[in-house]
């Protein structure tokens, strides 16, 4: 059975940084990507960053672009998301997500769609004041 466990979250004033960890667990985990989601109160749940095991590819939604920055452990099959200068319309619970491997034998990824992920953490509340 595979885990993930975020953590990091909390509360911060806009321009502020945090910094976000998503472990993963479980003797059979095999993932071809892991990143982040986030949902707003209101709003549909949306992509933020992922990262690719095996190359460290990452890839961001422009909203994000320039300010978070997503990088992996592997010896800790740890993925963590660095956000600086925060907005308030960052303010979402940020789930970490990550494929059960199977994209290592599809010709295409799409790498912010919500359905190419496997397991989902539990999520972790990051609220930014104005």
């Known amino acids: 059975q595979v885990e993930l466990v975020e953590s990091g979250g909390g509360l911060v004033q806009a321009g502020g940084s945090l910094r976000l960890s998503c472990a993963a667990s479980?003797?059979?985990?095999?993932?071809?990507?892991t990143g982040w989601f986030r949902q707003a109160p209101g709003k549909e749940r949306e992509f933020v960053a992922t990262i690719t095991w095996s190359t460290g590819s990452t890839y961001y939604a422009d909203s994000v672009k320039g300010r978070f920055t997503i990088s992996k452990d592997d010896a800790r099959n740890t993925v963590y998301l660095q956000m600086n200068n925060l907005k308030p319309e960052d303010t979402a619970v940020y789930y970490c997500?990550?494929?059960?491997?199977?994209?290592?034998?599809?010709?295409?990824?799409?790498?912010?769609?919500?359905?190419?992920?496997?397991?989902w953490g539990q999520g972790t509340q990051v609220t930014v004041s104005s």
């Open positions: 479980g003797r059979d985990f095999v993932s071809y990507a």
């Open positions: 997500a990550a494929d059960n491997g199977r994209a290592y034998y599809s010709s295409t990824y799409n790498y912010d769609d919500r359905n190419e992920y496997d397991y």
